[in-house]
């Protein structure tokens, strides 16, 4: 089944404590992203990868880290988690599709995780 | 500043009727523009892709509509269902360096 995993579904942590959240999609998307989702805010970009090694900050990359070492992963790393962090996380993939104009591809969203700190 | 703006907010029909979502985006340049669903709490869903070409898209009885000129898309939905009751998003896309999404309509369909 094609699908986008996330890993964990729910954490709640501490500030200052380093925390990975995974991101695997079986389907050989070169595109993938996380956004965040905020009440009242809608859904915003934190970054992005156009294929493997290659990454890009979305509208809010503060606080966060990515790493795009294999074309199925796109592990986002918070090194010291604050409270303004917490928030429902999303990662999806698409297909590139040609040049740099923008994907007219389905993009796939994973089911979402949720992180409070505190 | 880049913006999507969706009408109505919120929005409650009975079962069976027909209703349609608003889109207002000042994004440019323009790249595509999606409606996306989205149950509570889980990711969402793609309903309808249109690029600028393109100015309508249908999707069972989901049915996309896009001026580019005027920089507005509709989303009409026909005989409405139980299950359509959810957020209904709009994303404006520059390119990959830019996505805007608009903060939704959350539709309730009621029996």
């Known amino acids: 089944e094609a699908q986008v995993t996330q890993n964990p579904r729910y954490l709640i942590t501490v500030t200052g404590k380093k925390l990975t959240v995974t991101c695997s999609q079986n389907m050989n998307h070169e595109y993938m992203s996380w956004y965040r989702q905020d009440p009242g805010l809608g859904l915003r970009q934190i970054y992005y990868s156009m294929n493997v090694e290659v990454t890009d900050k979305g509208d809010v990359p503060e606080g966060y880290k990515v790493s795009r070492k294999e074309k199925r992963n796109f592990p986002l790393i918070l090194e010291s988690p604050s409270p303004n962090q917490t928030s429902l996380y999303f990662c999806a993939s698409s297909y590139k599709g040609p040049g740099t104009s923008g994907s007219s591809y389905e993009q796939y969203f994973g089911p979402g995780t949720r992180l409070t700190v505190t | ?111």
């Open chain 2, 1 to 111: 500043k880049n913006q999507v703006e969706q009408s109505p907010q919120s929005l409650i029909i009975l079962e069976g009727k027909n209703c349609t979502l608003q889109c207002n985006y000042t994004v440019s340049p323009f790249s595509n523009l999606r409606w996306y669903k989205q149950d509570t709490g889980r990711g969402p869903v793609s309903l309808t892709i249109m690029t600028f070409s393109e100015n309508t898209k249908s999707n069972g009885r989901y049915t996309a509509t896009l001026d580019a000129d005027t920089k507005q898309s509709s989303l009409h939905i026909t005989a409405s269902q139980l299950s359509d009751s959810a957020s209904y998003i709009c994303v404006v896309s520059e390119g990959y360096q830019k996505v805007t999404f608009g903060t939704g309509t959350k539709l309730q369909v009621i029996p």
